[in-house]
């Protein structure tokens, strides 16, 4: 059965995309820690972080790290924090989440934000790729 990642990729579900190559999506979680929150995922399906091929590995750590440099330019924020924890989705995703402090670092604080919200973040990112 396909992972909600999936059905974004694929677009069956709607996403705010930030950015997108031929092996990697990085878009906004809907149901963000902090504004600017950002999932980078592989486009293929895999479960386990670890169970990676490496070079795969490095390339989304590669293509999280210049998301990650442009979050921390158009979201006010004193750094950007990187989370795996892969238990909510069985499918390999990288939390970006711009930080002012440690409590936007829980995944039991969330914030709500607009849908014009969501999308003035998206193009603000866009706008340091």
Do not use: W
């Not at 999936?6 to 579900?13: D, Q, Y």
């Not at 929150?37 to 070079?55: A, R, Y």
């Not at 390339?59 to 238990?87: T, Y």
């Amino acid at each position: 059965m396909s992972s909600i990642f999936t059905k974004i990729i694929n677009g069956e579900l709607p996403a705010y995309k930030i950015a997108e190559d031929d092996k990697f999506l990085a878009f906004l979680d809907v149901n963000p820690n902090a504004k600017g929150h950002t999932l980078c995922i592989p486009k293929h399906e895999i479960n386990k972080i670890f169970e990676m091929d490496e070079s795969l590995y490095l390339e989304l750590m590669q293509f999280s790290r210049k998301i990650a440099i442009a979050l921390e330019q158009a979201v006010d924020c004193k750094r950007v924090g990187m989370a795996v924890v892969g238990l909510e989705v069985p499918h390999v995703h990288v939390h970006l989440i711009p930080l002012n402090e440690m409590d936007e670092m829980r995944f039991s604080n969330k914030v709500k934000l607009e849908r014009e919200e969501f999308e003035n973040i998206v193009k603000d990112v866009q706008k340091f790729l």
